[in-house]
């Protein structure tokens, strides 16, 4: 059985982090679309695996919170009923720490209680002492939070917006914001550190770096599990390979979670690990 050299990996890992899709990996590299996608789960699972132990006793202080949408398959209101359980809606729940930018967790799921819940007990795992954190105002996160941070101190960023012109109307994007506020929902947060710029921010980045989330594209996901680790090994690549412009180290340097910048190679070597304990 042929396997890919150390340095195919490499390639084709670095092209999927930078946003290329499948199909487009297998022309650059020679690769079959199966050998990439097997390598893209194998490299996924191995991220959950190496983030899960590492990503702990985090040092980050101030956390904000937000979700972005994407779909499996086909978009919700074009699944059949009988296949929405595996296709549909999915968002991608994120935590960006204020200083570091790290990403101490992630959720694929449903823009849900349960996914709220979820999100919010996995974080809470990842960090510890005093900690801040601000979210948009859906619903779900404010008992959430209270669940699983009983003791920090939260804040809502509550936007207005206004309606649609005729001429936008069938589009994808949502109205214009056209005012917010910020609310005070437990504890006693700091009204200047209330706020989700850096988390929408990050949201670009998720955009641009992974291909199943590109706007207006046919490379959307095709299975729900492939799409979380695809999820997985993004992150993976923005906590430890990709230099943060602002900051000039990588966001797992800046949270002290490793002293050096990792390079492609040592992507590779984390997943032979994972495939050796396994």
């Not at 499996?72 to 729940?93: C, E, I, L, R, Y």
């Not at 214009?176 to 006693?188: E, H, L, T």
């Not at 594209?217 to 690549?237: E, G």
């Amino acid at each position: 059985m042929n396997k890919l050299s150390p340095e195919d990996r490499a390639r084709i890992l670095h092209l999927l982090c930078e946003g290329q899709s499948i199909r487009a990996v297998t022309r650059l590299t020679g690769a079959s679309k199966n050998t990439v996608t097997k390598l893209l789960v194998d490299a996924g699972q191995a991220a959950v695996w190496y983030q899960d132990r590492t990503l702990r006793n985090l040092p980050c202080t101030d956390i904000q919170a937000d979700e972005i949408w994407g779909f499996v398959g086909s978009k919700q209101a074009n699944t059949p009923h009988d296949k929405q359980h595996v296709q549909g809606d999915v968002w991608v729940w994120i935590a960006t720490c204020r200083n570091t930018k790290l990403v101490p967790c992630w959720y694929v799921g449903h823009r849900s209680g349960h996914a709220a819940r979820a999100f919010m007990q996995n974080l809470a795992g990842r960090v510890g002492g005093n900690v801040q954190l601000s979210s948009d105002a859906f619903s779900a996160y404010a008992q959430a939070v209270e669940g699983a941070f009983p003791d920090a101190d939260y804040g809502q960023i509550v936007k207005v917006f206004g309606t649609s012109p005729e001429s936008a109307k069938g589009r994808y994007s949502p109205p214009a914001c056209i005012g917010a506020r910020k609310v005070a929902v437990q504890g006693n947060p700091n009204p200047e550190r209330i706020s989700t710029s850096h988390s929408e921010r990050n949201n670009l980045n998720v955009r641009m770096h992974n291909r199943r989330m590109t706007r207006l594209t046919n490379a959307f996901s095709k299975k729900v599990q492939n799409h979380a680790y695809s999820m997985a090994l993004h992150f993976l690549y923005y906590n430890f390979v990709r230099i943060h412009q602002t900051l000039k180290v990588t966001p797992a340097m800046a949270a002290g979670v490793t002293k050096r910048l990792w390079e492609m190679k040592d992507v590779v070597e984390m997943l032979e690990a994972w495939e050796a304990s396994n």
